[in-house]
């Protein structure tokens, strides 16, 4: 199907998320939509798929002018959106949350759902369990099954929005081979992200949002030189990428020790852990979704005491000390989900500050706020002192947090630390993690994301099937090997070359 | 032996109202609303229900009276907290507050009267089966609907197209939403033909198990009702065990009333709530992660079957229960 837009415009309050907005997308093709964060991607795409209405200006499919009042009218037009986390029903099966609310004559029975889902999943190279609860599967699985049931449920245009945030290597992989087996079908396909890489891999046109317009107006055919699309989405400010620079070692005791450590959780067993982390350098936790870099995480963070062994924080043995012990001894954790785990979204950044004061009944105001203050010009938050977390951008959030973290921390733990920011806000976080490594922290990172552990890591720490691999440093590593590691070629043979 | 059949049977009928109640209450939380004025509606239900029959003589209609009230009820909780967004618990508890004290109050003239009440009705044939018939074919027609909403309300919520987006619109209503599901208006209809339920259930005290009209006539059940939706996991089968079992409970304690004379009453009306929940509370901490994780700790031998039969005890809330849905 053929969709355009013309002068699409929405205005939230003073903000003009779309500024008459003139573009098409032609059918059979995979098409890119680019942009930082707040450039009015998600505007367009929750227009075209009916969740907000335009203010002005019409959405075309196929020559028709269409006016979508729901999700349901765009996908009745066979418009699909896939939401960064799928909008499916969690407690449902595969197949329960495939019939539920189906539109009407397209499957004629519970068999003929499965038989339709089968058929499709093979087509597209997805593996699927029909009678596995959607809240036993990976963000990955779930986007899976949420694209079959759009497919299945008439949609000609399938939306992505960042689909490649949160899921595995392979299974993005196995997901741009799906999309490309959609587009060849004769579908339309627009793949909205801010990694370049990506969109140069997958997509036939690209589409650069900046400040709600179009620039330059129009689609632009793939490929393009990457330094002028990175100036089409940030202006002129497109800083250049940091240059890695290989890390000197450094004889200071390590931040924590590992002896003969075996902790389980859930079906993970991690047996017989014997590492040591050095201060100044960044680790980077690689590996597939559920492979153990979880459990070592808040295993270092005291958040989950091991069955056996001993944890020792800067030669200080706190097995089974507890959370706060750790703390106390200069370990900070940034979980992945920081509204939820990690930050107290009603409090503003002054709260936080004021939450961490310890001496005394009564909170200092003025302290607090000092304090907020001078994070906020030191970390360059959007913010006032005041203002709820909740309300700050993704990246603010991710600042914040980092902002809170004392200057005496010695090493920090951060789970996937530039989650669904853009590339100049995840720049941003990685300076300020790299300042705090040149001033001796130890830092450890996990993240799906291989170019970025490629990017930032000292030295990588590979983690398959519940095992972690030796330190490899950074110099010695190719993006190809890593890639190998994680999916388990070769890591027996590096395992027993360390020993 | 035939006297227990009988104290079965007796069973089985006095939690009719009980079931019914339940059964309304389920569907509408499966649905994402908590409609916490059960007990207001249904002594107002089973007030006006009596009102109805007693004056016109015809027991139709006093049923349709009393689930008109239900629904009603439920019309006012939804227009506040499905239009206007106010909280579903308070809003609820309010109107559990009026609507008992508007029993009382509109019911004066109807206290101690004799009234109609639903026949005994075996069913030929069938009443004369050894036990079944003692147990499931001789009671009057309310009883039987009790029996057949039970797998009625499991096959509507588990067997059905529409049952799936019941519970889906507990589970996560902006996903019905973009399947093109107009949530408000399907809320409501689970909540209205849920609080009609509850208002039949009323007037199956008033019109059946307790006949006739008095103060604060059904004593409390409902509150005890929504207990059992909760401990009952929202699960039909579940739920309707937990109504039996808390008929078997007033039961016993009606008769040990006669067995031990000196004994104050008072204690003994309250005995079957209090166990009531006493028993819900330890099925519940037995399925807790605290459970699990002790359980985890046992050798392997013991552990599988006790996982299994926690997982089979574990009840989760819909997850959307009680939260207001806002179009995005």
Redesign the interface.
């Known amino acids: 199907m053929h969709i355009a837009v013309e002068n699409l415009t929405k205005r939230f309050g003073p903000v003009c998320a779309n500024d008459r907005l003139t573009v098409s997308f032609a059918a059979g093709q995979i098409h890119g939509v680019l942009g930082e964060n707040g450039a009015g991607k998600s505007t367009l795409m ?1 227009l075209l798929s009916g ?2 209405q335009p203010d002005e200006g019409r959405i075309v499919f196929n020559d028709m002018p269409r006016r979508l009042r ?4 765009a ?2 037009a066979g418009v699909g ?1 896939v939401q960064q986390e799928p ?6 099966t595969v197949l ?1 949350n495939l ?5 009407p004559g397209v499957f004629r029975s519970r068999r003929a759902a499965q038989i339709a889902l089968l058929d499709l999943a093979e087509r597209l190279g997805f593996p699927v369990d029909p009678a596995a609860r959607l809240d036993q599967l990976t963000i990955g699985q779930r986007q899976q099954v949420e694209i079959m049931r759009l497919l299945l449920c008439g949609a000609q245009v399938l939306i992505l929005d960042e689909p490649t945030t949160g899921i595995t290597a392979a299974q993005a992989r196995a997901l741009f081979a799906a999309l490309r087996q959609i587009a060849a079908e004769g579908r339309t396909v627009l793949f909205v992200s801010h990694k370049l890489e990506e969109v140069a891999e997958l997509c036939h046109t690209v589409t650069v949002l900046r400040n709600g317009q179009v620039v330059p107006p129009g689609q632009l055919p793939m490929p393009q030189p990457q330094e002028y699309l990175l100036a089409l989405m940030f202006g002129d400010s497109g800083a250049a990428p940091p240059i890695y620079r290989p890390l000197p070692a450094i004889d200071a005791p390590p931040v924590w020790e590992l002896r003969n450590v075996t902790v389980r959780s859930g079906a993970l067993h991690l047996v017989d852990l014997n590492h040591r982390f050095a201060a100044g350098r960044i680790i980077g936790l690689a590996g597939l979704d559920g492979s153990g870099q979880q459990v070592l995480l808040r295993l270092l963070a005291g958040q989950q005491a091991p069955d056996r062994g001993q944890v020792l924080v800067n030669g200080r043995d706190l097995t089974g000390a507890g959370a706060i012990a750790f703390r106390q001894a200069g370990v900070e954790y940034l979980p992945a989900d920081r509204l939820h785990d990690g930050m107290i979204g009603a409090l503003s950044l002054a709260d936080h500050f004021a939450l961490l004061q310890r001496n005394g009944l009564l909170v200092d105001r003025r302290r607090a706020e000092e304090l907020a203050r001078q994070a906020i010009a030191d970390y360059q938050i959007k913010a006032t002192p005041v203002t709820p977390i909740a309300s700050l951008s993704g990246g603010n959030q991710q600042r914040a947090m980092l902002a809170l973290i004392p200057p005496t921390a010695r090493g920090i733990l951060a789970e996937q630390p530039t989650r669904g920011l853009d590339v100049a806000s995840a720049r941003a976080i990685w300076s300020r993690l790299q300042a705090r490594r040149d001033d001796g922290c130890c830092i450890i990172f996990s993240s799906p994301d291989l170019d970025e552990i490629m990017e930032y890591s000292d030295e990588v720490i590979v983690c398959f099937a519940g095992r972690i691999g030796p330190p490899i440093p950074r110099a010695l590593l190719s993006a190809g090997r890593l890639a190998e590691l994680i999916g388990g070629v070769g890591f027996d043979a590096l395992v027993d070359v360390a020993r | 032996m035939d006297q227990l059949w009988i104290d079965l049977a007796a069973v089985l009928a006095a939690a009719s109202p009980l079931v019914i109640a339940a059964m309304g209450e389920t569907l509408s939380e499966r649905a994402g609303v908590i409609n916490l004025s059960l007990d207001g509606t249904m002594l107002l239900a089973a007030m006006t229900g009596f009102a109805v029959a007693l004056t016109t003589g015809n027991l139709l209609l006093g049923f349709a009276a009393a689930a008109l009230v239900g629904a009603a009820v439920a019309t006012v909780l939804g227009l506040f907290s499905l239009t206007l967004g106010q909280s579903q618990t308070a809003v609820g508890f309010v109107l559990a507050l009026l609507c008992t004290d508007l029993s009382s109050f509109l019911g004066a003239p109807f206290v101690r009267v004799p009234g109609p009440a639903v026949p005994f009705t075996p069913i030929p044939v069938l009443a004369d089966l050894p036990v079944l018939g003692t147990l499931f074919f001789r009671h009057d027609p309310v009883i039987y609907a009790s029996f057949l909403i039970i797998p009625a309300t499991a096959y509507l919520l588990y067997g059905t197209r529409l049952g799936l987006i019941v519970r889906a619109l507990g589970e996560r209503p902006a996903a019905v939403y973009a399947r093109g599901v107009d949530v408000t208006r399907w809320r409501y209809a689970l909540l209205i033909a849920g609080g009609a339920l509850v208002g039949i259930a009323g007037a199956a005290f008033s019109l059946d198990l307790k006949q006739g009209w008095s103060y604060r006539h059904t004593f409390g059940a409902g509150w005890i009702v929504l207990a059992i939706v909760i401990f009952g996991g929202w699960r039909p089968w579940r739920v309707a065990l937990g109504c039996y079992l808390f008929a078997a409970l007033e039961i016993v304690a009606t008769r040990s009333q006669s067995a031990l004379p000196n004994f104050p009453t008072q204690i003994i009306q309250v005995a079957p709530f209090v166990l009531m929940i006493f028993v819900l509370a330890l099925v519940n901490l037995a399925s807790s992660p605290a459970a699990m994780r002790r359980a985890a700790t046992l050798p392997q031998i013991w552990q599988r079957p006790l996982l299994g039969a926690i997982n089979r005890l574990r009840a989760t809330a819909p997850a959307a229960l009680g939260q207001p849905f806002e179009r995005p």
Do not use: N, R, T
């Open positions: 929750k969740y907000i729901g999700p349901g009218d996908l009745a959106m909008l499916d029903i969690p407690a449902f329960e019939l539920c609310a189906a539109p």
